[in-house]
């Protein structure tokens, strides 16, 4: 080779090796105050949140003191307590005197940010709630926890929960006559008294994210109905009574809706997580600050957030000063380096997905024919060599077409589901389960004989019969069970068992076949 063209690659080398550093070097310390910048912010608005349910919870105690903790309640409080059936003209009018003592009380409480006055009794029997002074007279029992800790504490409790009429951020006092425990009393308020604050205070608008699930399990069915599905965050609702407390918020309110689904899936794990944390969006050419504040119940559990959208210049002038630093050349070659990355990372990552999504049945997430199809094979093999008793074991859902045309398509995907939930739980981690197609399943048994096979067969038929289906009733399955032989191939094994599934079908079914080998 010509020293001229060694030396210019030699240079050219030189130069890209010194570009490269320097990049690295100023990639590095961007990334580093942004993720500073994205920490204080975070730790800003999360004290801010938390000063704001200080200063609430200090009002809560003012009012108890004032206006709760008072002969006239508390021997109420005592007198229904004593009181066995809820149902009776008694208990009512418990109920409603205290709603008239403390009618004025409540609305005033509104005044200062606190919105509802929530008695209960010992035994966990709500009396009263102000907020639906209508239903009162059910057991709260397993689904206000925080009731269940101020009676094993004996002390004030303050957290966000989720009861069967609302959900509020509670201030739980117990409350005592004449030195007996006589129940309990929230004072409690909505998200809309922190948002307030909060929106007041700065140019940001806020939603308040409420884990479906949480929702779903406590409210009552026609309580639902306040709250409607995130159409940017999966898994939550948003309550329709949070309120926009300034035209700053409004606007950025109308600004946010266009906000790009693609670019949440880091936000979507950091959700998962159930930390407080900030990121930066760009909205319609616009930087924002999005900071997702976490709220815990009173188990410790994240079930909701506040999410703060801020619209934010700091990321527009720490970008352009990253640009600043660096020549026109350097940028160009930095450019083409990390899009090289980003472009084999993406492959990467593409053909991952697509292996993962081709071996996985996507309506009840266990294996797919494929995938089973592959293992089968490998098992064998490995039976085979090593002489390890293999079982497989096919079952069909009896009657299945009867359930999607009795009840459609979407309850018999849910018993797919909840049949695929049932045999799991009762499989060995070393077992491959298996969509094998339709309503038909199987499942390896590595290392297991005959009879031991036929005794789990069993037992996953009694499951089904047994396990009450909420939207389809009573459902059954039918089994076949099969060793492999020592010189079988797989197309063999599958005949087997196809045929004794036959045979079990034919005499009625919701039975277990099994050929001795």
């Known amino acids: 080779m010509d020293e001229k063209i060694k030396v210019f690659f030699l240079v050219l080398g030189f130069f890209i090796l010194s570009i490269v550093i320097l990049l690295v070097i100023f990639h590095k310390l961007y990334t580093l105050e942004k993720e500073t910048y994205l920490q204080t912010m975070t730790q800003s608005l999360e004290a801010l949140y938390k000063n704001n349910a200080y200063l609430l919870k200090e009002r809560a105690n003012i009012v108890f003191d004032i206006f709760i903790n008072k002969e006239d309640v508390l021997k109420i409080m005592a007198e229904a307590s004593k009181i066995k059936d809820k149902n009776s003209k008694e208990f009512k009018k418990l109920h409603e005197k205290l709603y008239k003592n403390l009618y004025k009380v409540n609305n005033y409480m509104k005044k200062y940010k606190l919105q509802d006055l929530n008695f209960n009794l010992p035994d966990y029997t709500n009396l009263i709630r102000f907020y639906r002074p209508e239903k009162y007279g059910d057991s709260l029992k397993g689904v206000r926890k925080s009731l269940e800790i101020v009676q094993e504490l004996k002390s004030p409790v303050s957290c966000f929960e989720i009861g069967r009429a609302v959900h509020a951020f509670r201030n739980v006092f117990p409350l005592y006559y004449k030195g007996i425990f006589v129940g309990t009393v929230d004072i409690a308020y909505h998200a809309n008294s922190i948002i307030s604050g909060i929106e007041m205070a700065l140019p940001v608008y806020i939603e308040f994210l409420i884990d479906c699930n949480s929702i779903q399990k406590n409210l009552y069915k026609e309580e639902q109905k306040n709250y409607i599905r995130s159409s940017i965050f999966d898994g939550y609702f948003i309550d329709k009574e949070v309120e926009i407390f300034n035209e700053s918020a409004e606007k950025i309110k109308r600004e946010v809706q266009n906000i790009n689904k693609r670019d949440l899936e880091n936000i979507k794990i950091n959700l998962k997580k159930g930390k407080s944390f900030s990121t930066n969006l760009k909205i319609k050419d616009k930087s924002y600050l999005i900071t997702f504040i976490n709220v815990r119940n009173c188990e410790g559990e994240n079930i909701a957030y506040f999410v703060i959208y801020k619209p934010d210049k700091f990321f527009e002038y720490l970008y352009k000063s990253f640009l600043i630093t660096t020549t026109v050349s350097t940028f160009l070659l930095m450019l083409i380096f990390l899009s090289l990355y980003f472009y084999l990372s993406k492959q990467v990552e593409h053909k991952k997905k697509l292996i993962i999504i081709s071996e996985t049945d996507p309506l009840t997430g266990i294996a797919n024919r494929r995938a089973f199809m592959e293992k089968m094979e490998e098992t064998i093999k490995i039976s085979q060599k090593f002489n390890y008793p293999l079982s497989v074991i096919l079952f069909d859902i009896d009657n299945f077409k009867k359930v999607n045309d009795t009840y459609g398509h979407d309850v018999g ?105």
């Not at 799991?424 to 298996?434: C, E, H, I, V």
């Not at 459902?475 to 492999?484: D, H, M």
């Open 413 to 517: 995907d849910y018993v797919l589901k909840e049949i695929t939930k049932i045999v799991s739980n009762q499989l060995r981690k070393t077992d491959f389960f298996a969509r094998w197609g339709g309503e038909e399943f199987m499942i390896i048994l590595e290392n297991t004989e005959l009879e031991d096979a036929i005794q789990l067969a069993e037992r996953l038929r009694k499951s089904i019969e047994n396990y009450q289906f909420e939207k389809a009733g009573h459902i059954t399955i039918s089994l076949s069970v099969a060793k492999l032989k020592s010189d079988e191939d797989i197309d063999s094994l599958l005949k087997r068992l196809d045929e004794l599934l036959y045979k079990a079908k034919r005499k009625g079914k919701n039975r277990v076949e099994f050929e001795e080998n």
